[in-house]
């Protein structure tokens, strides 16, 4: 049997944002607006900020970083959040998580205004994609698991997908969305976490497994079906002693999964490009509907 195909989000996500590009540079007036804040100097944020931050520069997306000290107080960043909110020349605010344990991470979702909530996290727009909606921001890592699957057309409709993780921001909105009653969605979906009972056998009925556990080579060879899609969301840096240097790795098994399934995303280079691809086709979305262009 061939070694599994790659989802390649680096190719899709390169793609999207020259299309992305085009169409900010058809704009008149001033070019779409992100606000990024980041709270204190946690090293591995930085580099996803500066990541971010890159990625809006090649499109044509104006950012505004946000520095806060990591001692910062919700009063004080709650007006902060607040005084972006009322900025007419922001179109899209993000803050980037974790935050320090005194701020809570659902305190900041609802201080964001869902018209700028690009990520997704405000309850109105994770509310709306529960109630059914598409019209609200969703958030971006779902998003992009969506769009890759679509690439490579790779149909939902009447499949078993089993999402192993229940986050805010991968496992819940990944169900709620594959679950919509639209064509091109109609998933029958299972949700894992750590305390699920019989976690091989359930993996194992996955037409599509979507990892979001964020422990490294958790999914082995024995738990995937033969044929089935592989979506692996989790990242971890981990020390390669033979190597003598970290590497980068998924909460799967790539060598061995990728002889049991069809598709496979790699790690980097599968869904992490596309997370970053759907922050910046959110923040043009919000351009578009503060100028009400269609």
């Not at 998933?187 to 019989?198: I, K, M, Q, Y």
């Amino acid at each position: 049997m061939a070694d599994a195909k790659l989802l390649d989000g680096k190719a899709l996500s390169r793609r999207i944002e020259k299309e992305l590009k085009a169409e900010i540079q058809a704009f008149s007036g001033r070019a779409p607006c992100l606000a990024v804040v980041i709270v204190g100097t946690h090293a591995p944020s930085l580099i996803y900020v500066g990541k971010k931050q890159e990625a809006c520069k090649r499109v044509g997306i104006d950012s505004k970083l946000f520095e806060v000290e990591e001692t910062v107080n919700k009063k004080e960043l709650k007006k902060l959040i607040e005084s972006i909110n009322k900025d007419h020349d922001i179109d899209g605010i993000l803050v980037q998580l974790p935050l320090p344990q005194q701020i809570s991470p659902l305190e900041v979702a609802e201080w964001i205004h869902h018209d700028k909530d690009v990520d997704g996290f405000n309850p109105i727009n994770m509310g709306k994609l529960l109630m059914g909606s598409l019209s609200g921001f969703i958030p971006c890592t779902p998003l992009g698991v969506k769009k890759l699957l679509d690439e490579h057309h790779i149909s939902v409709t009447g499949k078993h997908v089993v999402v192993l993780g229940r986050s805010n921001i991968v496992g819940k909105p990944m169900a709620a969305l594959l679950t919509q009653i639209n064509p091109g969605y109609d998933a029958t979906v299972t949700v894992l976490h750590r305390n699920s009972p019989d976690l091989k056998n359930i993996c194992k009925s996955a037409d599509i497994l979507i990892i979001a556990a964020g422990q490294p080579h958790l999914i082995t060879g024995s738990m995937v079906k033969k044929g089935a899609v592989v979506v692996d969301v989790g990242i971890t840096k981990v020390n390669n002693v033979s190597l003598d240097r970290s590497k980068v790795v998924g909460d799967v098994c790539f060598d061995e999964v990728k002889k049991v399934a069809d598709y496979i995303t790699p790690v980097p280079g599968g869904v992490g490009p596309m997370t970053i691809a759907m922050l910046l086709e959110n923040c043009v979305k919000s351009y578009k509907r503060h100028h009400k262009i269609l």
